[in-house]
């Protein structure tokens, strides 16, 4: 079964810095896809990036970005000039490749942004 | 976007009544509705995965009994609580996936429901 680990619960950044959130997963499959979700104080869900076991580059989305390392089984998140909004609940997912599979969470990192 | 309408966003029941969670997709065909269970602080639990017109599928520890879950259209799918009791006390998100809209990758999550059992 696929797991997937955030070992980091709590996280801060001072306002305008950068941030990195680790993720390591562990399956045995070649084909899939890794997410990052946002979830704010509101508790709604957000995709934040998404990651395609298949693409060497890794994605990014304006100050999001991640490094997606498929032979470590790593996949972290790096968000640049942080700001007051970024202050959420981060979780990384994992899916695997078949159309309505399930996510499988990690434990989430409570990242805080100070003024 | 792809949209998930979720109700009642709060709700407060008493021991031994039932409660029923809907989740409406707005704009796109919910082909697949993932329901999920949160503790505080803690991650999205997944309680059962439902296709349109199908039986949706537990997974392991979940009562099916308590929680009965319905799909019965590819907008609407509905999560019941029966015989609710306090350590039933949780928040309850559920995200559908669809076809055709931007979700293709990614699931469409509602904003959840916060039930109190008293």
């Known amino acids: 079964a696929q797991t997937v680990t955030q070992s980091q619960p709590e996280m801060s950044v001072q306002e305008a810095e950068t941030v990195t959130l680790s993720c390591t997963y562990d399956t045995s499959e070649s084909d899939y896809y890794l997410f990052w979700y946002k979830q704010p104080p509101s508790r709604q869900m957000i995709l934040v990036i998404r990651?395609?076991?298949?693409?060497?580059q890794n994605a990014t989305e304006n100050r999001f970005s991640v490094n997606f390392q498929k032979a470590a089984k790593s996949f972290s998140l790096k968000i640049s000039d942080s700001q007051l909004g970024d202050a959420a609940m981060y979780f990384c997912?994992?899916?695997?490749?078949?159309?309505?599979?399930?996510?499988?969470f990690g434990t989430g990192t409570l990242l805080a942004v100070q003024p | 976007g792809a949209v998930v309408s979720q109700h009642p966003s709060r709700v407060i029941c008493k021991s031994g009544t039932s409660v029923k969670i809907e989740c409406r997709s707005l704009d796109f065909q919910a082909t697949t509705m993932f329901w999920y269970r949160q503790f505080p602080k803690q991650s999205l639990m997944l309680m059962a995965t439902?296709?349109?017109?199908?039986?949706?599928?537990?997974e392991q520890g979940v009562e099916k009994d308590k929680f009965l879950i319905n799909h019965a259209s590819l907008t609407l799918s509905t999560l019941t609580v029966t015989s609710a009791h306090p350590e039933d006390s949780s928040f309850y998100i559920c995200?559908?996936?669809?076809?055709?809209?931007?979700?293709?990758?990614?699931?469409?999550f509602g904003s959840g429901t916060r039930l109190t059992v008293v």
């Open positions: 439902s296709n349109e017109g199908s039986k949706a599928t537990y």
């Open positions: 997912a994992y899916r695997s490749f078949g159309a309505t599979n399930k996510l499988i």
């Open positions: 990651q395609e076991a298949y693409k060497q």
């Open positions: 995200s559908a996936r669809g076809e055709g809209v931007g979700s293709r990758y990614g699931y469409t």
